[in-house]
């Protein structure tokens, strides 16, 4: 079983840019895929970004490719989310995840999720 915390969310100016990280702690992140996903008010949660074991293959929602990049630091057991350009379209609680599988779009094949962290960017 892996913990996930997140961090580095906060309030922002759009435009702007905000650095999220996920530590995993219990089992090496290495053992899985990493996604981080997101939920605004009144909406369900959508896919962001993934990226595999390797680190070689990511997957990005099209809402965000260009402007968001997701990364991975085995040896610190993190995973990160560079987030440029900020809209205030992109505010939301933003959740880390880790998957046993294969990369996925889709939140249901994630094994554990973190508490999530607010990011708020106004217009």
């Known amino acids: 079983q892996v913990q996930l915390l997140e961090s580095g969310g906060g309030l922002v100016q759009a435009g702007g840019s905000l650095r999220l990280s996920c530590a995993a702690s219990g089992r090496t992140s290495s053992r899985y895929v990493l996604g981080w996903f997101r939920q605004a008010p009144g909406k369900e949660r959508e896919f962001v970004a993934a990226i595999s074991r390797s680190g070689d293959d990511t997957y990005y929602a099209d809402s965000v490719k260009g402007r968001f990049t997701i990364s991975r630091d085995d040896a610190k057991n993190t995973v990160y989310l560079q987030m440029n350009s900020l809209k205030p379209e992109d505010t939301a609680v933003y959740y880390c995840?880790?998957?046993?599988?294969?990369?996925?779009?889709?939140?249901?094949?994630?094994?554990?999720w973190g508490q999530g962290t607010q990011v708020t960017v106004s217009s």
């Open positions: 995840a880790a998957d046993r599988g294969s990369m996925s779009y889709d939140a249901a094949p994630y094994d554990y």
